[in-house]
């Protein structure tokens, strides 16, 4: 299952927005985690930990996602036990134009997300693998114009401001894109 909606705030939107170029601009820490492992940007994956208490504006996002997070495990009919799934991890991601992040799951979490936050021309969205894909049955190819529900692969290109979350299990990746400008998103996972 994928959720899908506006986060609903645009003004908050547009201050992260600034406060992610501001992130990547300063976060050394960060600029050197991405240089390091080849990826074509920055992000605050493995240098910062405590964005909601550094910012403002990402404490206001975390009580936003903590509705959404809350209103798609009702939809999913997650026998929560009383408790709630709680953020465990946010991170800044600043891709380049033509910049993009290999397939991968989220293990240890329940749920995974991402806010768009830019998505100038030439950019791509989320690309999920069903995961019968993985279990390699002998089964022919689909058509081009298969139904999504019975494609291997499905992309989401959101509107900025959407929030997407899919249960951290789900193989997912971004394509690489072909635009000139920066592809801001914020992603995160919850635990229980």
């Known amino acids: 299952m994928l959720y899908e909606a506006p986060l609903g705030d645009a003004?908050?939107?547009?201050?992260?927005?600034?406060?992610?170029?501001?992130?990547?601009?300063?976060?050394?820490?960060?600029?050197?985690?991405?240089?390091?492992?080849?990826?074509?940007?920055?992000?605050?994956?493995?240098?910062l930990n405590d964005l909601p208490i550094r910012d403002p504006a990402f404490g206001d996002l975390k009580r936003l996602l903590d509705k959404h997070v809350a209103k798609f495990a009702k939809d999913c009919a997650f026998d929560l036990a009383g408790r709630k799934l709680k953020l465990d991890s946010l991170w800044v991601n600043v891709l380049d134009g033509?910049?993009?992040?290999?397939?991968?799951?989220?293990?240890?979490?329940?749920?995974?997300?991402?806010?768009?936050?830019?998505?100038?021309?030439?950019?791509?969205?989320?690309?999920?693998e069903d995961p019968r894909h993985a279990m390699m049955m002998a089964?022919?190819?689909?058509?081009?114009?298969?139904?999504e529900m019975l494609r291997s692969f499905v992309e989401v290109v959101p509107e900025v401001g959407t929030v997407?979350?899919?249960?951290?299990?789900?193989?997912?990746?971004?394509?690489?894109?072909?635009?000139?400008?920066?592809?801001?998103?914020?992603?995160?996972?919850?635990?229980w």
């Open 11 to 47: 003004a908050l939107v547009e201050e992260l927005a600034q406060s992610c170029l501001m992130l990547a601009e300063q976060d050394i820490a960060g600029q050197r985690w991405a240089e390091e492992h080849h990826y074509r940007g920055y992000t605050s994956y493995a240098s």
């Open 98 to 128: 033509d910049g993009g992040h290999n397939s991968h799951i989220h293990p240890h979490s329940v749920v995974s997300g991402t806010v768009y936050i830019a998505l100038p021309d030439g950019s791509r969205g989320l690309k999920l």
């Open 139 to 147: 089964a022919p190819t689909r058509t081009a114009d298969a139904p």
């Open 164 to 191: 997407l979350l899919w249960e951290s299990w789900l193989r997912h990746e971004v394509p690489a894109g072909q635009g000139s400008e920066h592809r801001i998103s914020i992603s995160f996972n919850y635990r």
